[in-house]
């Protein structure tokens, strides 16, 4: 079986934020980590540039050259929290790159599970917007190149980082192709991701948001994962599995308030492995946010050891959450799977 693929490339370090939580040093303690682990016998390989065409399926051209600008500029403030400088375009690029490329080899021949691990993050970004520290919105993009490239019907995309996606959310709201799952700290920037959220039209069941009280730690995120976001799985049947996966939902990072450990990550990556291995279909990480270095380096490091792993055939061992139970018995209309959950 060939080697799991995982997407870098140096431009990462080039977005320079300055004294900001999204800064190179994530980058650096990741690729320290996985390298004093051999990347953990992972194919490693440089991304490309995102093509223009392939970018603007997702961001307008206006946007899009609005960001080149800026960086060719020297950079600046592209909002109250979101840092451009000289290298950051050229980063972003990348970073898109990276999230396509993953898709292209896991929905063409090459193996069934790998990663883009890039900065900046992307879930944040809207169409026409940069925002929450993110330009262009990475897993987004993927998403759009395995519906358009590869036709995969249907793709499902996981965002565990603690902030909603709030751009992912945007761009799919009124699509039934794309399955949006958030599980979110709530109160918490963006302030977006309400459960009452279920996206619109046609899309109108495929937008799910889990949002939960700061506190919340292995118990309530693994449960989520296994009862509710699982069941979704098997009933949509998507042709590929995406990780929007931030890590910052983690005890120790210091923008939130939830209580997740490497424990915690271990489980969630192992459901969705799971349920990718049960489906038959490809799964990628595409790396949102993070912000203590050692909480990063380590849930990330076991959440790539996790998907990785041949012989996860299934489901179970986790307790059930009573606010499982109650985002279940929310979906069971639009997702029986899940319905059966609530009882």
């Known amino acids: 079986m060939a080697a799991p693929l995982l ?7 080039e977005h320079d934020t300055g004294m900001h939580p999204e800064r190179a040093e994530r980058i650096a303690a990741i690729e320290h980590v ?4 051999d990347w953990l016998g992972w194919d490693v390989r440089e991304s490309p ?4 065409a392939v970018l603007e399926a997702v961001h307008p051209e206006r946007y899009i050259e609005r960001i080149a600008a800026v960086s060719a500029a020297g950079g600046g403030a592209l909002d109250v929290d979101t840092i451009a400088s000289e290298g950051s375009y050229r980063a972003a690029l990348h970073a898109a790159g990276g999230a396509v490329a993953l898709v292209d080899e896991l929905l063409g021949d090459g193996p069934w599970v790998g990663a883009s691990l890039h900065r900046p993050p992307g879930h944040h970004a809207l169409r026409a917007r940069a ?3 993110c330009l262009f919105n990475n897993v987004a993009v993927a998403a ?7 036709g995969a019907e249907r793709v499902l995309i996981l965002d565990w980082d603690v902030h909603h996606g709030n751009g992912t959310n945007d761009i799919f709201h009124a699509e039934p192709d794309v399955l949006y799952v958030s599980i979110h700290e709530s109160p918490l920037y963006p302030g977006t991701g309400p459960a009452t959220d279920v996206g619109l039209g046609a899309g109108e069941g495929y937008t799910v948001n889990l949002p939960v009280p700061a506190g919340s ?3 309530v995120w693994c449960s989520l994962v296994e009862h509710v976001v699982v069941p979704m799985g098997l009933e949509y049947r998507p042709g590929i599995v995406l990780l929007s996966a931030g890590f910052d939902a983690h005890t120790r990072d210091p923008l939130a308030g939830c209580e997740v450990t490497r424990a915690g990550y271990a489980q969630m990556a192992a459901s969705m492995r799971g349920l990718a291995h049960d489906l038959g279909v ?3 990480v595409v790396l949102e946010g993070g912000y203590d270095l050692r909480a990063l380096t380590e849930s990330l490091l076991v959440t790539l050891e996790v ?3 041949e012989h996860i055939h299934g489901h179970g061992g986790v307790r059930l959450h009573p606010l499982a139970v109650a985002a279940a018995g929310r979906l069971a209309k639009r997702w029986p799977l899940v319905g059966i959950v609530a009882g």
């Open 34 to 37: 996985l390298s004093a682990r």
């Open 131 to 133: 925002m929450g520290f």
């Open 7 to 13: 997407f870098r490339h140096p431009s990462s370090l």
């Open 49 to 52: 540039a995102v093509e223009r």
């Open 144 to 150: 759009r190149r395995a519906l358009d490239r590869w």
């Open 217 to 219: 730690g292995d118990g």
């Open 307 to 309: 998907v990785s792993t």
């Open 282 to 284: 490809p799964i990628g």
